[in-house]
């Protein structure tokens, strides 16, 4: 499995940005020839949900519809040494608390909404939006 260690969590009031990064390594090149990375976040009381994802080659683009152009997720590096996945939030609403996590899938092709999925997630990094 990939290790994942995210980032960048921290308090922001509503109107306010984020930015969040995962560092990604230690991928088995079978089973991560080709993978996707997503964020997913989760609510208190509520389910795990995707954020974004994106395709190894920074193509597959994937977001939530209540992300309404609010958030930008890109991927730097090479899986031979360090992946970086930065997602991007503005103008982060109270809804957007939650606690985000990373996330990898090996031999993915397209991002996938289902988190049991995934084969490799990281510890998880909290967001809180205040009104």
């Known amino acids: 499995q990939a290790l994942l260690v995210e980032s960048g969590g921290g308090s922001v009031q509503a109107g306010g940005s984020l930015r969040l990064s995962c560092a990604a390594s230690d991928f088995a090149e079978y089973e991560y020839r080709d993978y996707c990375l997503a964020w997913f976040r989760q609510a208190p009381g509520k389910e795990r949900e995707l954020v974004a994802g994106?395709?190894?080659?920074?193509?597959?683009?994937?977001?939530?519809d209540y992300v309404e152009g609010r958030f930008t997720l890109s991927i730097h590096g090479s899986k031979a040494t360090l992946v970086t996945l930065n997602l991007e939030m503005d103008n982060l609403k109270p809804d957007d608390t939650a606690k985000y996590y990373c996330?990898?899938?090996?031999?993915?092709?397209?991002?996938?909404?289902?988190?049991?999925?995934?084969?490799?997630w990281g510890q998880g990094t909290v967001v809180t939006v205040s009104s």
């Open positions: 994106i395709g190894d080659d920074g193509s597959r683009l994937t977001y939530a």
């Open positions: 996330a990898a899938k090996g031999r993915c092709w397209t991002p996938r909404r289902d988190p049991g999925q995934y084969d490799a």
